[in-house]
C-alpha cells in the first residue's frame, strides 16, 4: 500500500528554521516526482515546491513564496524527502501536505502543522 | 501561471439532488494531469477525479469527471450526507502547480 507520512512540525519563532520530513512505504520515492503543499488556517490549498524523480536528476521547482527560503531534497537510504525551511514568517503558519505522484494519480499524507509565532 | 477559477463558491443543496461544479483554467490544461479533490473540516484532501475523468480507488461511482483544455466539470449525482464537504480542483503538472479557490457544498 502507498503511504506517505508527515512529521517535524511544530511551534518555530519567526526568523528562525524548521525540517519536516516525509517517510514513504510501498513504493520507492527516487521513482517518483514528489510535492510538497499547505493548507493555512482557515485557506485554501497552495503549492509549495515540487522535486522530480531519478531520472530528471531530482531536478527542483519552487511556489514565488517560499524561493531561496525553503529546500526540498530527499535520502534514498531512507525513502524520505525533506522540507528544509529557513528564515520562516507567520504567514508560513500551514498544514504541510506531503504528495507522492504516481502514474498520474496523487498520493497525500496526512499533514504536519507548522506555526510560526513568537 | 495557470489561474484555475470555481465556481459557484458556495453551493446549497439537498441531499439526493445531482451537484455539479466548475473549474475554468486560464489557459489550456493538459486533462492528464487534472484533478478533483474533496476536502472535509480537519481532514487531509482526498482524491476523487485524476487525468479530469478517471475515479480514483474506492471512490463511489456517483462522483464523475468531464471536461478538457480550459474548462472542468464535477458532478455528484445523488448527494450523500458525507458529501457536503469543501472541493478544490488542480492541475499538476505546470509549474507552478495551483489550485483551485474551492467551492463549499453545503446542506441546503
Known amino acids: 500500500e502507498v503511504q506517505v507520512v508527515e512529521s517535524g512540525g511544530g511551534l518555530v519563532q519567526p526568523g528562525g528554521s524548521l525540517r519536516l520530513s516525509c517517510a514513504a512505504s510501498?513504493?520507492?520515492?527516487?521513482?517518483?516526482?514528489m510535492d510538497w503543499a499547505r493548507q493555512a488556517p482557515g485557506k485554501g490549498l497552495e503549492w509549495v515546491g515540487r522535486?522530480?524523480?531519478?531520472?530528471?536528476?531530482?531536478?527542483?521547482e519552487y511556489a514565488a513564496s517560499v524561493k531561496g527560503r525553503f529546500t526540498i531534497s530527499n535520502d534514498e537510504s531512507k525513502n524520505s524527502l525533506y522540507l528544509q525551511m529557513n528564515s520562516l514568517r507567520t504567514e508560513d503558519t500551514a498544514v504541510y501536505y506531503c504528495?507522492?505522484?504516481?502514474?498520474?494519480?496523487?498520493?497525500w499524507g496526512q499533514g504536519t502543522l507548522v506555526t510560526v509565532s513568537s | 501561471e495557470i489561474v484555475l477559477t470555481q465556481s459557484p463558491g458556495t453551493l446549497s443543496l439537498s441531499p439526493g439532488e445531482r451537484a455539479t461544479l466548475s473549474c475554468r483554467a486560464s489557459?489550456?490544461?493538459?486533462?492528464?494531469?487534472f484533478g478533483w479533490y474533496q476536502q472535509r473540516p480537519g481532514q487531509a484532501p482526498r482524491l476523487l477525479i485524476y487525468?479530469?475523468?478517471s475515479r480514483a480507488t474506492g471512490i463511489p461511482d456517483r462522483f464523475s469527471g468531464s471536461g478538457s483544455g480550459t474548462d472542468f466539470t464535477l458532478t455528484i449525482s445523488r448527494l450523500e450526507p458525507e458529501d457536503f464537504a469543501m472541493y478544490y480542483c488542480?492541475?499538476?503538472?505546470?509549474?507552478?502547480?495551483?489550485f483551485g479557490q474551492g467551492t463549499r457544498l453545503e446542506i441546503k
Open positions: 504528495v507522492s505522484y504516481q502514474w498520474l494519480v496523487a498520493y
Open positions: 510501498g513504493f520507492t520515492l527516487s521513482d517518483h516526482y
Open positions: 522535486t522530480g524523480n531519478k531520472i530528471n536528476n531530482y531536478g527542483t
Open positions: 489557459q489550456t490544461v493538459s486533462s492528464s494531469h
Open positions: 487525468s479530469a475523468s
Open positions: 488542480q492541475q499538476y503538472v505546470t509549474s507552478p502547480i495551483t
